[in-house]
């Protein structure tokens, strides 16, 4: 089975310091990782995916991943945090579909981040 | 907007009444999922259509919840003699061909009364 551990469930930054959001997972096989983000009463949008090749991942809004095979961790993160990065920030995984196992994405609980301004 | 859109957005309902929320995916999408998200949690996975394949059901959905996709086009969830328990957003996600990533819809927050 796979799964998504999210240890935080709130993250305080200020605005101008960087940002980490923490993300485990546990799968059988290669991971596929991927991050979104959620805005109060909104569906989630997509931020960033690892699906193989550089472990530094580049995504929207000037968001970053590294995928760590060896602490099986893909933690999101941005140098420079705005008031607007506030928001519900969701890391997912599933295995390639020709795995044959689980199709569905599996989530974690999310972390809620606040940027003070 | 990621193209994925769902109707109604917000429904109240009353306990033991049938409620239906309808998913239109992107059109050259042929996978589609169905989440369930509670608050303070993770969307949780549903069902999954492949084109007009029911291919995977989750244990969550009890019998009282019917998923379809009748011509591969959009979808239907129907939930049947609805439980308080049933209150949550329901959300819509359909898949990019190649990169595997879901686009979702803005989802369907359901309370039931």
């Known amino acids: 089975a796979q799964s998504v551990a999210q240890p935080e469930d709130q993250v305080n930054v200020a605005e101008g310091n960087p940002l980490t959001v923490k993300c485990t997972y546990s799968v059988s096989g290669n991971p596929y990782l991927f991050w979104y983000v959620q805005y109060p009463n909104r569906g989630l949008q997509f931020l960033l995916k690892?699906?193989?090749?550089?472990?530094l991942v580049k995504g929207s809004y000037g968001f970053e991943a590294e995928f760590n095979k060896s602490q099986t961790s893909f933690h999101l993160k941005k140098p420079s945090a705005l008031v607007s990065d506030s928001a519900l920030y969701f890391c997912?995984?599933?295995?390639?579909?020709?795995?044959?196992?689980?199709?569905?994405?599996?989530f974690g609980s999310g972390t809620q981040l606040t940027v003070l301004p | 907007d990621t193209g994925v859109s769902q109707d109604p957005r917000h429904k109240i309902t009353k306990r033991g009444q049938n409620v239906t929320f309808r998913c239109d995916p992107i059109s050259e999408h042929n996978r589609l999922y169905w989440y369930r998200q509670t608050l303070g949690q993770g969307p949780e996975f549903l069902t999954y259509?492949?084109?007009?394949?029911?291919?995977?059901k989750s244990r969550l959905l009890s019998d009282r919840f019917s998923a379809e996709r009748p011509k591969g086009s959009f979808s239907t969830l129907e939930i049947q003699r609805t439980e308080q328990g049933d209150s949550a957003m329901y959300l819509c996600a359909s898949v990019g061909q190649i990169t595997g990533e879901l686009f979702f819809g803005e989802g369907s927050r359901l309370t039931v009364l």
């Open positions: 259509f492949q084109n007009e394949a029911q291919l995977e």
């Open positions: 997912a995984v599933r295995v390639p579909l020709l795995s044959g196992s689980a199709r569905q994405l599996t």
């Open positions: 690892y699906i193989t090749g550089d472990n």
